[in-house]
């Protein structure tokens, strides 16, 4: 992995110290010469001749997607965010009055809205796992409630907006297989971050976006939908003519691949951008971005600590996402300091993760995010502008 040239290849980095790729990241420039390119024959040859010249590239989304979560092509819908493709996965159970989703403490908050509207349109319960003392979630009591419940879904995501956890899915995939429960995966922190692999996780659905980790445009993303799933004959609510065909007055037939979940519209300038974001990462290599993300994260975070920040980030394994606050649980010294050293970072709220800041007794935290084309000195030079604010 070349750091000097991923960052001459990325002129967003060159003025600025960016943290916040788990906001939306910055783009390489290829991604962004991708999707221009693409407009201008939109312009030239308007928008159904153009994607016609380049059939070839939509074919490409769909494998570089796959060879980054280890899946296969058919598996995979373009979505245009995670959020979209997790409501269109949503929209696939057949819920009734009764039914319960187990999920827990630690999500999207965007996923929790929708469980909520779930349970107020269809009186479904949502039972949350509780975590062990290390902040682990607890597969005993999973395993228990599983038992007791018999959930119509089991939903996780893998790595909170809020937290640098790094939550056991694939523990929970064990138990949702063994169980036979519908499993679905929150991925958008993770995909373009560490490694994820599908096969691993036995999953039935999984969700990614393209403007944070993945470095790709914004409006962009994909859904991975399992074999058992496809087998199953599961589609989303609402269908148009991409996702099956009109047989007879009153019928339809599914098309056999994940594709049943895309519309006939798409945007297709973003996403020739993203598929040229998942083949960097892919050219990179996933486990080396992993390896380098965890150096950068480990080294932030300890100096932070170091300098009497209150951590947030609570578990045994730790992401590339760093959240933390003055040791008075306030934010206002270092947002200052951030903000007027040309440093991008996010402020979370409490009403972003309501129920880890309740549990953690803060109103606001400050997110720093490192990806891989951060350097070292990067690192070392915010931890010395806030090295002294609690002091």
């Known amino acids: 992995m070349n750091l000097e040239i991923i960052r001459q290849e990325t002129p967003g980095c060159s003025d600025k110290i960016f943290l916040n790729s788990a906001g939306a990241s910055l783009m390489p420039k290829s991604v962004v010469e991708t999707t221009v390119k693409f407009l201008y024959e939109e312009q030239e040859f308007g928008g159904y001749a153009a994607a ?20 296969k092509p058919s598996n995979i819908a373009f979505a245009g965010s995670s959020t979209d493709g997790y409501a269109k996965a949503l ?38 796992v509780a975590n062990l003392p290390d902040n682990e979630l607890d597969l005993e009591d999973f395993e228990n ?35 036979d ?18 096969e691993r996780l036995n999953c039935d659905f999984l ?25 199953q004959n599961m589609y989303p609510l609402f269908l148009d003519s991409f996702g099956a065909k009109w047989t007879s007055f009153d019928d339809f037939q599914l098309i056999d691949t ?25 050219a990179i290599g996933i486990e080396k971005i992993e390896s380098y993300n965890r150096t950068l994260a480990d080294t932030l975070r300890n100096n932070l600590q170091n300098s009497g920040f209150r951590i947030l980030d609570k578990g045994n394994r730790l992401s590339s996402i760093i959240t933390f ?10 947002h200052k300091i951030l903000s007027e050293n040309n440093v991008f970072f996010k402020e979370n709220h409490k009403t972003d993760a309501l129920i880890d800041f309740t549990f953690k007794n803060v109103d606001h935290a400050i997110r720093l995010s490192p990806h891989y084309f951060n350097t070292l000195e990067e690192i ?12």
């Open 52 to 71: 016609i010249r380049n059939s070839e590239q939509v074919n490409r989304f769909y494998e570089e997607a796959a060879k980054l979560i280890h899946a």
């Open 91 to 128: 929209s696939s159970i057949s819920f009734k009055e009764g039914d319960c989703i187990i999920t827990t403490n630690d999500d999207y908050i965007s996923n929790q809205i929708a469980f909520i509207s779930l349970q107020k349109r269809y009186k479904i319960e949502i039972i949350r």
């Open 145 to 179: 409630l599983i038992k007791k419940h018999n959930p119509k879904l089991i939903a996780i995501t893998h790595i909170p907006t809020n937290s640098g956890l790094i939550q056991n899915v694939e523990g929970v995939g064990k138990l949702c297989r063994q169980y």
């Open 181 to 198: 429960v519908l499993y679905l995966v929150d991925a958008c922190q993770s995909v373009g971050q560490i490694v994820v692999d599908v």
């Open 207 to 231: 969700t990614a976006t393209g403007r944070k980790f993945m470095r790709g445009p914004r409006g962009t993303g994909f859904l991975f939908v399992s074999d058992k799933a496809l087998n």
């Open 258 to 282: 994940a594709k049943r979940f895309e519309l006939f519209e798409r945007p297709y300038a973003a996403l020739f951008g993203f598929t040229e974001a998942l083949q960097y990462a892919n």
């Open 325 to 334: 606050c003055q040791e008075d649980g306030g934010v206002e010294k270092i």
């Open 380 to 391: 070392e030079t915010v931890s010395q502008l806030l090295e002294n604010i609690n002091h």
